[in-house]
């Protein structure tokens, strides 16, 4: 039986659904999900592995117009998970209807397979799913255009399929009981990041990232210290809140998240420390893990 093996790039504009039809595909929690735009800061590799097959999906940043160096580092990312893929998901929502410059590109690439996801079609009726499929199957011939719901799992099945039949003929890039390129440590400081992005509005959660300074496991608990940087005094007293009461909740909900993704009790210690302009800053965004 020959083993087939390959990359797997998922890309699309913020805000699309990119995060959730990768955990989806991946049958687990890998990249943060909100209703926000630009979530996603870094590639996360999400590694699927069956007895004759072995998927490596890369979720991406959503592609945006650079405004901080930590934009840059994040379109970088974007830019290498194209160079690396045998098959491209390119993300679209139905609102979508022309090509931006980057499927201009890729169209002009040599890939082996190029899927259009059109995401939540949930709330379409059929007649328009089949006015948008024609639509992009008109601009462009080439790729496979396959309506989706990740967040109710509608048409997965197929997207799982095309990947399949296209997968070239490779050993496993990775073992086959790993599940992400990602350590615990990042992981975790995602799912706090992600509880930031839910509790806190406006600029509070753009400027915000997630550093786990110690991660320690006992027998029965797994002690964690995350150190969450800002960029400005006002947006520490906000996450902070009055008596800590915004820290407390953020605590809370972050800790359970991670007993569930640990499987294990944990104790999560949480504090805010300002760091000014850190998303300019290319000495900041090496020590939070952004690649320059």
Partial sequence: MNHRAGFVSILGR?????????????????SVITDK???????????????DFQIVFS??????????KMHESMMSQVSEAIEDADIIIYVIDPEIRELDDTLQQLVQKDFRKLIIAINKVDMRTQPEIQQLISQWKG?????????VSALHQFNIRKIFEAIIENLPEHPAYYPKDELTDKSYRFLVSEIIREK???IYQKEVPYSAEVVVDEFKEEEKITRIRALIYVARESQRIIIIGHKGRMIKRLGTDARKEIEIFLK??????????????????E?????????M
């Fill in 14 to 30: 913020p805000n699309v659904g990119k995060s959730t039809l990768m955990n989806v595909l991946v049958g687990e929690r890998l």
């Fill in 37 to 51: 735009a630009q979530t996603t800061r870094h590639r996360i590799k999400g590694i699927l592995s069956g007895e």
């Fill in 59 to 68: 979720d991406t940043p959503g592609i945006l117009k650079p405004y901080y």
């Fill in 139 to 147: 601009k462009l011939p080439q790729a496979e255009v396959v309506p």
């Fill in 196 to 198: 930031i992005l839910k």
């Fill in 264 to 281: 294990q009790k944990v104790f999560l210690e949480l504090s805010v420390k300002v760091d000014k302009d850190w998303r300019d800053s």
């Fill in 283 to 291: 000495q900041a965004l090496k020590r939070f893990g952004y690649e």
